[in-house]
């Protein structure tokens, strides 16, 4: 399996909302490469936020796990950041009832 696209890229959904917001309005790249050219239909329908939706929420969910499990937050930053990791064993954090 090649190593292109192994890290999951996710950021708190209301911060990504609000950038693509303004960038549908501009009707035109703000952030990367392609900054300033504009955008073509299929890359506005992305910024509609379904897709990148889905893996801000699966992002969050496993920097929650990983904080739990007592990991600190740049190990549960990285672990959340990672495709198909197994959780690391419990350093303590939190306590169940």
Not at 18 to 27: G, H, L
Not at 45 to 71: I, N, P, T
């Amino acid at each position: 399996m090649a190593n292109y696209n192994t890290e999951r890229r996710w950021t708190t959904p209301s911060k990504r909302a609000a950038s693509y917001v303004e960038e549908r309005r501009a009707k035109v790249h703000q952030h990367g490469q392609k900054e300033g050219q504009p955008l073509s239909d299929y890359e506005a329908g992305l910024r509609s936020g379904y897709l990148q939706c889905q893996s801000d929420h699966a992002g969050l969910f496993r920097y929650k796990q990983a904080m739990d499990a007592g990991l600190s937050k740049s190990e549960a930053k990285k672990y959340s950041r990672e495709k198909g990791t197994k959780l690391p064993a419990k350093k303590g954090g939190k306590k169940s009832a």
